[in-house]
């Protein structure tokens, strides 16, 4: 559906694929149209019918589960008599509690902050919209839309409360309360709303409003602001003039910071894997448990699919994000043209299945929330947690500094230069650089 462009266009029909960087310019698209990057298969636009309405609608409700999801009472359990009820927000607490104030944050901040961030932002911006007199700073906060997007995980989280559900089975009694079915409920509403929000009809609808400049054509190059999308006239550094975020051609020290936050992660899954990640202490008696245990646990009773679940999650994908990631670092520095589609490809999933390395991490939240009766039965984070959750932050950033365009820089720079003869030659046989222009003074 795109077309390779053959000269700059002044206006945001001109994108640059974020994957690839190739410039394109998307064609008018019919209602539920999607527009694909032409060398690489990204998707650079999808329109939605009544797109405004539904997401509007879809935020509302959000919103409004959001707030029974962290204030009605979430899972209740009975260990031998004892009754204990939690919240959402008991679930970071109880970690801080336990000294583990490294997994409260990742918890607080992707269960509980981020999504209130997202699904405030779009409300803001969606009825900020269609007041009389719309608040200037509606661009600026709706950039951060997409930015927190990643970071808001809340169908991880359900699923992992899905998992802790299963293995407290052995331990308590466990009663669901009304959160529980706000949450399911909340991240089916911020999916859906994901699905039909459509960027660019906001971006245009701001412009209308007189909140964004029109595009602009410009002296300079033409560089793909990475928040919102639109191409800028210019130099690396300048502001775009739609999002105010810096532009850059491609991600500063890319290759660096990866490797940089790769190699940390690699020293971390060590002991992600050695140490345990919990102590449950039944009846005065303590038995630790590694993440491995923790699978094994599950598949002695019987409960394979979860096992699998666990085992995937926790231990191929953070592999499987370790190994692609070097792979594509090391064929981007060699400037290799092997497969570039199907690495971009590979790299989409990899940033796509990253975040469900996460659903330990909210497994073990919610039991060491809910299983605090002491002696008789308590669950404690050990240290292979605290690492472990710090491999999956580590790994997320890792795919965030990596720029997939500079695996196609460097494929084309090297077939630039075994095409040019004159590469081949000594540096003394190549012919002598063309005089430059002369200049009118
Ligand atoms: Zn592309
Ligand atoms: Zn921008």
């Known amino acids: 559906m795109t077309e390779r462009s053959t000269q700059p266009a002044p206006t945001d029909h001109e994108r640059e694929c974020p994957d690839c960087g190739l410039f394109q310019r998307i064609p008018r698209l019919p209602p539920n149209g999607e527009a694909n990057c032409l060398r690489c298969d990204a998707t650079l636009r999808r329109t939605r019918v009544r797109s405004f309405d539904k997401t509007l609608a879809l935020s509302l409700t959000s919103l409004v589960l959001y707030w029974v999801a962290v204030t009605a009472p979430f899972l209740s359990v009975d260990i031998v008599g004892r009754q204990r009820e939690t919240t959402m927000l008991s679930l970071p607490v109880a970690f ?61 989280f359900l699923l992992g409360v899905f998992v802790a559900f299963t293995r407290l089975g052995a331990i308590a009694t466990v009663d669901v309360g009304i959160a529980l079915y706000a949450v399911a409920a909340l991240m089916m509403t911020m999916v859906a709303a994901d699905y039909y929000l459509d ?34 006239y210019g130099q690396d550094g300048d502001r775009c003039t739609r999002c105010d975020s810096v532009v850059r051609s491609r991600k500063p020290n890319s290759i660096v910071n990866t490797w940089a936050l790769l190699a940390a992660s690699a020293l971390l899954y060590i002991p992600a894997n050695a140490f345990p990640v919990m102590t449950i202490t039944r009846l005065g008696k303590g038995n630790e448990s590694t993440i491995l245990g923790g699978a094994q646990e599950l ?123 004159n590469t081949l030659l000594p540096r003394e046989n190549r012919p002598a650089p063309l005089p430059a222009e002369p200049r009118a003074a």
């Open 96 to 156: 801080w509690e336990e000294g583990a104030w490294e997994l409260a944050l990742i918890v607080g901040v992707t269960a509980i902050i981020m999504p209130l961030v997202k699904i405030g932002v779009m409300v803001a911006v969606m009825v900020g919209l269609r007041t009389a007199n719309p608040p200037r700073s509606l661009p600026l906060m709706f950039k951060w839309y997409r930015r927190v997007g990643p970071w808001a995980m809340v169908e991880v």
């Open 199 to 232: 960027d660019d009809e906001i971006w245009h609808a701001m412009e209308a409003r007189g909140l964004v400049p029109p595009a602009e054509i410009g002296p300079g190059t033409p560089i793909g602001c990475d928040v919102c999308g639109r191409v800028h």
């Open 299 to 421: 598949l002695d009773a019987g409960m394979w699919p979860l096992a699998l679940l666990v085992f995937v999650a926790s231990i191929m994908v953070p592999l499987l994000k370790l190994f692609s990631m070097s792979v594509m670092l090391m064929t981007a520095q060699r400037g290799s043209s092997w497969r570039l589609h199907d690495r971009t490809v590979v790299f989409r999933l990899v940033d796509f299945i990253g975040r469900w390395s996460m659903i330990d991490i909210f497994m073990m939240a919610t039991l060491v929330g809910l299983v605090r009766a002491g002696a008789i039965a308590s669950i404690t984070p050990g240290l292979g947690a605290i690492c472990f959750g710090s491999v999956v932050v580590l790994t997320m950033f890792a795919v965030t500094c990596f720029d997939p365009r500079v695996m196609w820089d460097r494929a084309e720079a090297r077939d630039a230069a075994r095409n040019d003869p």
